[in-house]
């Protein structure tokens, strides 16, 4: 990019500015964004997951109740056979519809680990294709 226009040249010549440095023309400085420790970590944080669900098994939940929704490792653990093969899609597809659609308070599959009676609808919050490498992700948490 050349340093400046010619009109630009004319005007600053005109307040006794010529040069290129210093004259505050470069492009702003970037935001710069914290370094992530770990994009999906840092995915679910800002999809507001974690305000329900916790990245380590074994948390309670708010005022010593159990955690509103279950954990990753549980998700993990809950689901390691069809996350496995051929039916690895499938959950996949059917656990990211829960999470955009949110889930039947009358049908849960939770019933009595957890506080919370639902998870809401969080198509607002993420979109199908983020939620989908969430979920593959959330797969592959340790579990025992
Ligand atoms: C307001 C609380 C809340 C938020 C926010 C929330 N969830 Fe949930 N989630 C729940 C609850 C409660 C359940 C258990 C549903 C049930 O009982 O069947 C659940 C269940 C799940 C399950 C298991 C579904 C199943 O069929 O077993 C996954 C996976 C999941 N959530 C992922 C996510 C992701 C990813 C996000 C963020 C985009 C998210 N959740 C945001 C409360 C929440």
Redesign the pocket.
């Known amino acids: 990019m050349p340093c400046a226009k010619r009109s630009w040249a004319v005007v600053l010549s005109a307040l006794g500015l010529t040069g290129c440095s210093g004259l505050g023309l470069a492009p702003s400085p970037q935001p710069v964004e914290p370094a992530p420790t770990d994009d999906m970590a840092l995915l679910?944080s800002r999809?507001?997951?974690l305000?329900?669900?916790a990245l380590a098994a074994g948390k309670p939940g708010p005022n010593a109740l159990p955690p509103?929704?279950?954990s990753w490792p549980e998700?993990a653990l809950?689901?390691r056979e069809e996350a496995v093969g051929e039916r690895r899609q499938e959950l996949i597809d059917?656990?990211t519809r829960?999470?955009q659609d949110g889930?039947n308070p009358y049908?849960?599959?939770?019933?009595g680990q957890?506080s919370?009676?639902?998870?809401?609808p969080?198509a607002v919050?993420?979109s199908p294709k983020d939620?989908r490498r969430?979920?593959d992700w959330?797969l592959r948490s340790p579990h025992p």
Do not use: E
Request: glycine share 8%.
């Open positions: 679910a999809s507001g997951c305000a329900c669900h509103i929704g279950p998700v809950r689901y059917r656990l829960a999470v889930t049908a849960s599959r939770w019933n957890i919370g009676l639902a998870m809401p969080n919050a993420i939620t969430l979920i959330i």
